[in-house]
């Protein structure tokens, strides 16, 4: 397997403006870029103030608008993206859902999706729980896992990923709290996976609980090495060169962190 | 619950001094604490060469001199101590065995065995791997549950330990790799415990592989804060208070770190 070129998109998207935030974090993927994750919610923004405004604002998948963009620049460019959006899912009962979705887009024109499991404060209010797993995807010569913003503060969702074969884990994030960077690193060492989370940046003041979000958007190796990172200001991109073979599980020559695993010594 | 004064021991062993090690460790537990924290094969030293010779200083629990005193120690000082030490265990069959231990002992007399469970490296070679699980135990009027050095790496150990109750968690270590401080806040963050993590400095030079041992004992809040640490060279302790009671999984008003766990979506 060869290396690839990844990035990390950091965006300042404006609550709503669904084709303008898309396009914005369109041109921030590099030339020659062979995976780009974009952040959480990159095309709505993130703070809603009802159910009825995120359906309004979520799309069907893969129909839906900006689904339909991120394939046709998947295609032309050559680049696998993953970037988060409110999915509008029809039921086969009830009518409409929402999710709070990541879309997989390869270049050939295929894609795979994973629905937030561990949905944050209000989210629990707009979107319903991931009823997907934690799938992992082929793409671009490797493994791929997707985990969302909150996911990161269970230790089961990357060890679900990475025992399920993942060798980079793509983490699309609106994040607000700052424990978050140093514990991806946390993430890749106890899984030696790489992972790539895409943040955003700016302020939402649409409720009276004003949400300030942190950027720092990276990209961790294995060995639990900070690749690339954006600052917690600005858009941009962190970009790195990885290889994805470069997962190896053994950490000494009597040690391998999957095989040394116990579970008939655990109680989870 | 009231208020704890906790200690982290960083001690500077000399490999085979038994008793001058132990005693070298006690003297840094500081007047009014309620429990200490010793590193991992506290008496012993590391880096064995043999399994004859780590058969040769490992002692009975609780009736060898090392666990004798460590009783005796927290009785007069009214201490609850958790040290690592070798443990010589005869099974039913062939013999005696070696466990890398820590063993907890209260100002009652009583006591508690943990056997390290992911054994690092040459340890292989000399120690059996811990057949009792992740237990928790009373005491000090709190919810303890201990883990070995490189336990830290594989989250199911202290995700273990917390889903079965514990408040604190004490780490006697013996670190050579640099990850584990960082590592511990993510643990104390995702699972809302107090964590004590003891380590040794000083090197070993008893193989062709020299050992040098990182210190920064360490003692972490539920909020992923680094209450007290030591540096990384020196004998010393790190002291600090903690409410034991103030391990809330919620950290949302919509978000129980336990709660929201979702196992139906987990493969591990």
Redesign the interface.
Known sequence: MSELTVAAIQTAPVFGDLTGNLEAALALVPPGCDLAVLPELCTTGYQFVSREEALSLAEPVPDGPACRRLLAFAAERKVTLVAGLAELARDGGDGARCYNSAVLCRPDGTWALYRK??L???E?LWFA??DL??PVFRACGTTVGVMIC?DW?????A??LA??GAAVICHPSNLVLP?CP??M???C??NRVHAITANRVGTESRTDQPLRFIGQSQIVSPR?EVLAACAGAGAGAAVARIDPAATDKR?????D?FA?????????
Chains 1, 2 share one sequence.
């Open positions: 499991v561990h944050f404060w209000d629990k729980p991931g797993g934690f909150f503060i269970f230790p089961e969702a060890r679900s025992l399920a424990h140093d514990a690193i946390t993430r060492l106890e639990g950490v000494t020559p009597r040690n962190l040394d695993r116990r579970p008939e010594s655990y109680h989870l």
